[in-house]
T-cell receptor, first 115, second 110 residues
């Protein structure tokens, strides 16, 4: 199984450019999440989805948009990239919420640099 | 003050040593996760626990709900255990969100 696949793995943008990160999972998981990881800080939740067609804001949603048109895909968009969005982005999925015995499966990460 | 604090931030040890990483939290929780992030960046879930103790191979995780504290132990440490170990808690006020620690960077020297 591929698990959770993120594309692209690396990207360099100029300030003001837009881009989309794609997350695909083949485990039929209901829940999907986008996190960002910055040096010296814990993972921070950007947006999440509890099922196809649904999205919700996490801890740091400003400057990002998401869509979950298909259950297996969760897209993260940057409308107008800013240097503050330079980070490593992780997608994760789980069969239901973080609760109970369910654990998260993470993608390999996407390193984004905004100049 | 962060709601989830890990200690130490960095730990270097010799191969074979017994390793302990600590996680303290200040909120009411229903579960605590331990994860491992490899030098290449990949993140893997190790344990999810809400009470007591769990063991998997050389890894042992314990939690004391009353003291709001969890520990991750590694017995007979090996250089391949070198990674960042992350603690995250599911707080009572949310179904979906975890509160994450900043991680403990572990280096095991041969």
């Amino acid at each position: 199984n591929a698990g959770v696949t993120q594309t692209p793995k690396f990207r360099v943008l100029k300030t003001g450019q837009s881009m989309t990160l794609l997350c695909a999972q083949d485990m039929n998981h209901e829940y999907m999440y986008w996190y960002r990881q910055d040096p010296g800080m814990g993972l921070r939740l950007i947006h999440y989805s509890v099922g196809e067609g649904t999205t919700a804001k996490g801890e740091v949603p400003d400057g990002y948009n998401v869509s979950r048109l298909k259950k297996q895909n969760f897209l993260l968009g940057l409308e107008s990239a800013a240097p503050s969005q330079t980070s490593v982005y992780f997608c994760a999925s789980s069969p239901q919420g973080h609760s109970g015995a369910n654990v998260l499966t993470f993608g390999a990460g996407s390193r984004l640099t905004v100049l | 003050k962060n709601e989830v604090e890990q200690s130490p931030q960095n730990l270097t040890a010799q191969e074979g040593e017994f390793i302990t990483i600590n996680c303290s939290y200040s909120v009411g929780i229903s579960a605590l996760h331990w994860l491992q992030q490899h030098p290449g960046g990949g993140i893997v879930s190790l344990f999810m626990l809400s009470s007591g103790k769990k063991k998997h191979g050389r890894l042992i995780a314990t939690i004391n709900i009353q003291e709001k504290h969890s520990s991750l132990h590694i017995t007979a440490s090996h250089p391949r255990d070198s990674a960042v170990y992350i603690c995250a808690v599911r707080w009572d006020g949310s179904n979906y969100q975890l509160i994450w620690g900043a991680g403990t960077k572990l280096i095991i020297k041969p």
